[in-house]
Structure formats: C-alpha cells, structure tokens
C-alpha cells in the first residue's frame, strides 16, 4: 500500500496498525523473494556464459597445440632431409653437359659429367631441392625424401630404372628404332 492510502484507510478505520504493518512486512518479503529470484536467473545465466567461455578456450587451445604440432613435425622433417641429402649427396662430376629439368613450372639447368647424365636418365640418382640449391643422391634416398616431403624431390627417373633404354616394347610402332643416349633437349 501506498502512504497516502494506508493513512486513509486508517483515517477510516477499515485497517488497524497491525494489519498496515502485516501488509508492508509481506510486500517486502516478495520483493526480496522476487529480487532473489531474477538474480538466481541471471547467476545461471552468468554461469552458462562462463562454461561456454571455458568451452571455446579449450577448443582454440586444442586448435593451437594441434599448429604448434604441425610446425613441429614439419621442422623434423625438414631437419631429416637436410641430414639425408648433406650425407648421401652424390658429386655432379665435372660439370661439362646441362641437364635441364623442370622445377615447379620453370626449366633449371645443372651441369654434370656425362657417367652423372646417364645415371639420371637410367633413374639411378635423383635431383632433389635443398633450400635453392639442386642436389643429386641415390633413387633409395630420393624415395626416403619423397616420404617425408614429396615436394623436396625434383627429378626421379623411376620408369627408366624398370626398364633400360635399350629394350622396348613390341606394341610400340617405333621399336625398331633405338633413341641415342647423347639426345639433349
């Protein structure tokens, strides 16, 4: 009840003191019930925010640990290629005859000696890419490289190892004629 009102029910004698005391005394109990209530609702509101936030922390951590992972075994792996090339990297003689190639849409050129081609063309060495230089080691390690990143590995003559040069196929039309081994291109 109002101020005003309860004095004029007073005035009028329709309510006693005790009865004007009763009423504010349970309109301030359902005020703090009500009050309690609505910040109950809010405190669990405030609560699905905080799990949710916990939620999408742990999410963009897994997330983060999962790159940092990536980058880690990426570095390894370009660690174990950098190894395997710099031990098993094969000398290109003494650098008399080009060998042109084809690196990422751009013809490249190494010179080596002409036992070197040959051992290219019959796939015996592979070129590979080490940082911007082109190296040359065994078909084996070649494989090995490819393994843990294929992009490192330029050249690999896999076809002419399976079969030389000088033996051909007898549904080929052109069987009878025999490719030079000094054909440059």
């Known amino acids: 009840m109002g101020n005003a009102l309860r004095e004029q029910l007073l005035k009028a004698g329709l309510v006693n003191t005790q009865q004007v005391k009763k009423a504010v005394k349970e309109k301030h109990k359902e005020a703090q019930r009500q009050h309690g209530q609505i910040k109950s609702e809010s405190d669990d509101q405030a609560q699905a925010r905080i799990r949710q936030a916990q939620i999408e922390k742990v999410e963009r951590d897994r997330l983060l640990n999962q790159q940092r992972q990536e980058q880690a075994n990426k570095k390894a792996a370009t660690a174990q290629i950098r190894q395997l090339v710099e031990q098993n990297r094969h000398p290109k003689g003494d650098g008399e005859l080009p060998y042109n190639f084809a690196d990422q849409g751009k013809i ?14 019959l796939g015996q060495l592979a070129i590979v890419r080490l940082d911007k230089a082109y190296e040359l080691v065994s078909d084996e390690i070649a494989e090995k490289i490819a393994a843990r990143d294929a992009d490192c590995v330029v050249l690999r003559n896999t076809q002419n190892r399976k079969t030389p040069v000088s033996e051909a196929k007898s549904d080929d039309p052109y069987s009878q004629y025999l490719i030079p081994d000094d054909l440059m291109w």
């Open 108 to 121: 490249k050129r190494i010179y080596v000696s002409d036992s070197v081609r040959q051992q290219i063309a």
